[in-house]
Nanobody
Framework: QVQLVESGGGLVQAGGSLRLSCAASGRTFSSRAMGWFRQAPGKEREFVAARNWNGDTYYSDSVKGRFTISRDNAKNTVYLQMNTLKPEDTAVYYC?????????????????WGQGTQVTVSS
């Protein structure tokens, strides 16, 4: 079973950058697609980015061109590099492990979740 722990959140000014990390334990990490989701206060959790085992990446329209998902299988870690941050990026960010089937954009296709890390972007 995979377990996930996020880190790297914090407070940053608009236009700044942050890099989130998600450390995974478990032997199946390298074979799973990994995703990042976020949830702002009063809103539903939404897809941000995903990367499958083959290196294909997927992004929401709201972050495309600003965020980059990457992974280091040797370190069992997936990253989310966030550049040109906007106040609307403020949310709790979660990493998640994909179930091996289904699309990458839907949260119901992920079965393991981290505890989340807060990202706050000030204007």
């Amino acid at each position: 079973q995979v377990q996930l722990v996020e880190s790297g959140g914090g407070l940053v000014q608009a236009g700044g950058s942050l890099r989130l990390s998600c450390a995974a334990s478990g032997r199946t990490f390298s074979s799973r697609a990994m995703g990042w989701f976020r949830q702002a206060p009063g809103k539903e959790r939404e897809f941000v980015a995903a990367r499958n085992w083959n290196g294909d990446t997927y992004y929401s329209d709201s972050v495309k061109g600003r965020f980059t998902i990457s992974r280091d299988n040797a370190k069992n870690t997936v990253y989310l590099q966030m550049n040109t941050l906007k106040p609307e990026d403020t949310a709790v960010y979660y990493c998640a492990a994909h179930k091996y089937s289904g699309g990458y954009y839907s949260l119901e296709n992920y079965d393991v979740w981290g505890q989340g890390t807060q990202v706050t972007v000030s204007s």
